[in-house]
């Protein structure tokens, strides 16, 4: 977390006093690099040291922190555009450097967690602070739980290796990889990033389309503040589930909307206010539905579902996967939108069909399972037993009142 910080916050330096291009290609790699090293270690932190029942509280609250952020960014933009002077994008991009400071400064005092400590033969105060962020003595069995962990972990060599070819751990493999790249195919970063310009593209003048962005921002927290509360209630599946058939529908309305006014030529006159509401209020709708699922859950699961000898590795697949893939959306976004206008909706919404199907039929309830018992929710799948009926463990009923596999409603 702290390299993560310093990363980012040289980048931001860079980036508001720059004074040619190669500056601001160099602040961009940086920040990329800080956020890769925050994306990797907040949420296996999060994991680690949050109590398991509220472990899905915790997580989402990394992706809620995201949400405000580009919240405040989208508000931040809004703001310097009306600089004279030309120079208001440096304090846009300088602006960064204040997140990166309370990164920075707020890592020296955060302990690493009882699992990171056991792992490094630090048990007493391993055992101590699980006291600590438990505020109970009694935490022999949970305490004894991480030991197991530890040891057993210690008796396997080379994590990738393990992940990439050995059997039992395919279900973490697969997972790590699809979800992150599902999550972006929904087309919920290009709508982030590119709110302005989209909405500029379907006839909103220029004030009007930041304050369009700016409400898909305070959407985008509102809906995760609500995620907050749902996650550890009523489970990742059932969130996963109706949160994509909604964005289905949503993009597709979208899509509608935007190819009975503009056709396929991409053509049209200024907008009436009702049809602009419209538009805004399918795409927030969209963000929304999102928010309360795809978003954190996509952060979520993938950081709890690994054994300890794997999550490095599994994490870092997590984080590779979701960093390439809003890369790669973001940079072909314009020219699709360009080729496909409507359509490009569509394609989005049949990839969010795809990964709803995925999830009811491939992604076990973890809700209220320790990470150091996940091993069973995969014995009890349909589809992955067949790839961990090899291990020794003998298989026990899980206490968490879902089915992993048939949980949607």
């Known amino acids: 977390m702290a390299l993560g910080g310093l990363f980012f916050l040289i980048g931001a330096i860079l980036n ?54 580009i919240l405040i960014a989208n508000l931040v933009n809004f703001g310097t555009s009306k600089i004279s002077g030309g120079w208001g994008w440096r304090v846009s991009l300088g602006g960064a450097a204040v997140p990166a400071l309370v990164i920075l400064v707020s890592s020296m005092f955060l302990s690493d967690s009882p699992s990171s400590l056991i792992d490094r033969g630090k048990k007493e105060e391993a055992e101590q602070l699980l006291k600590k962020i438990r505020g109970v003595d009694n935490v022999n069995a949970e305490f ?53 310009v989209l909405f500029q593209t379907l006839g909103f003048k220029s004030n009007a389309s930041l304050m369009s962005a700016a409400i898909t921002g305070g959407v985008n927290v509102g809906a995760t503040f609500i995620s907050v509360f749902c996650t550890d209630k009523f489970g990742r599946r059932i969130l996963f589930f109706w949160g994509g058939i909604f964005m289905c529908i949503f ?32 795409i927030c709708v969209f963000v929304a539905n999102f928010a309360y699922s795809w978003g954190p859950l996509g952060w979520l699961v993938p950081s709890e579902i690994s054994p300890l000898e794997v999550r ?98």
């Not at 907040?42 to 680690?48: A, D, F, G, K, T």
């Not at 991480?146 to 751990?169: G, H, I, T």
């Not at 979208?254 to 209020?281: M, R, S, Y």
């Open 16 to 69: 508001a006093a720059a004074i040619h291009i190669s500056m601001l290609i160099l602040g961009r790699i940086l920040l990329g690099i800080g956020v890769g090293f925050a994306n990797q270690s907040v949420p296996i932190y999060l994991s680690e040291v949050a109590p398991y029942k509220y472990r899905g509280t915790f997580n989402v609250l990394f992706q809620m922190a995201i949400t405000i952020g």
């Open 144 to 196: 004894n739980d991480l030991v197991m962990a530890s040891e057993a972990s210690k008796k396997v060599e080379r994590p990738w290796n393990n992940l990439l070819f050995v059997r039992k751990y395919r279900p973490q493999l697969v997972l790590s990889l699809l979800i992150p790249s599902l999550q972006q195919l929904t087309g919920i970063n290009v709508v982030m990033f590119y709110a302005p």
């Open 251 to 282: 993009q597709t309305a979208v899509a509608a909307l935007i190819g009975a006014k503009f056709g396929t030529t991409g053509n049209a006159t200024d907008l009436p206010l009702w049809f602009a509401a419209l538009v805004v209020v399918c």
């Open 312 to 409: 490095s590795a599994a994490q870092c697949v997590t984080v590779s996967m979701n960093m390439f893939f809003t890369f790669g959306v973001a940079q072909i976004f314009l020219k699709m939108l360009c080729g496909m206008k409507f359509g490009l909706f569509i394609f989005f919404a049949a990839f969010v069909l795809i990964m709803t199907v995925f999830v009811y039929l491939y992604v076990p309830e973890t809700k209220n399972i320790p990470i150091e018992e996940m091993s069973q929710v995969w014995r009890e799948h349909w589809y992955w037993k067949k790839f961990v009926a090899d291990d020794d463990a003998e298989p026990k009923p899980l206490g968490n009142g879902f089915k992993p596999a048939k949980e949607i409603v």
